[in-house]
């Protein structure tokens, strides 16, 4: 049973070492490696920001994962979540993004790496669209496609 809980302080560790795990990293639009105490700063800074929520996913009460949503200028949002390895492959990613998508409830993109076949499934399976496709960030080799939810289905 999937559900989310708003992140607190204490999850802060935690939080990092969903994130940047090197396979999370490795498949991730941003590969670049923040240290613990670089994410903290951030971290205690982006929770006091509540239009941009950070959730952490549990499943049958036990956390394995978090979705973030930042909100952009226009009022929508940018989603990622990153799940830890044991829980992935069984339907909870999916759960996770479609009861974030439930809560956000507005216009929502998620820009995802031309390998990450599993999130790109994931996100499908949720609705969202491929609305662009772009070149490689200095230094990567993968494109980035936009996925884009809204509430009504339209992008
Ligand atoms: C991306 C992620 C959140 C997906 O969650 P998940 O729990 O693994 O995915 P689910 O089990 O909910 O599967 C959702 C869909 O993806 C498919 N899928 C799962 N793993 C897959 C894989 N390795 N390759 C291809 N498709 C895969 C499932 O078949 C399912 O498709 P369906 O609904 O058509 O059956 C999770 O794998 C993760 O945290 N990965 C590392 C971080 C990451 O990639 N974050 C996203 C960056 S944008």
């Given at each position: 049973m999937i559900a989310l809980r708003p992140a607190s302080l204490d999850d802060c560790a935690q939080v990092w070492a969903w994130r940047f795990a090197a396979d999370v990293r490795a498949v991730s639009a941003d590969a670049r490696l923040v240290e613990l105490d670089e994410h903290a700063a951030w971290y205690h800074a982006r929770?006091?920001?509540?239009?941009s929520p950070i959730w952490i996913v549990e499943d049958a009460g036990a956390g394995i994962g978090v979705v973030r949503v930042d909100q952009m200028a226009d009022g929508s949002g940018m989603m990622s979540i990153a799940l830890a390895r044991a829980a992935r492959g069984r339907g909870a990613g999916r759960g996770a993004i479609a009861a974030s998508c439930q809560r956000w409830n507005k216009r929502v993109v998620a820009i995802i790496r031309a390998d990450n076949t599993a999130s790109q499934a994931a996100f499908e399976a949720c609705g969202f669209r491929p609305a662009a496709r772009t070149a490689?960030?200095?230094?990567?080799s993968q494109d980035l496609i936009t996925y884009v939810w809204s509430p009504d289905g339209e992008s």
């Open positions: 929770l006091l920001e509540p239009a490689p960030p200095f230094g990567g």
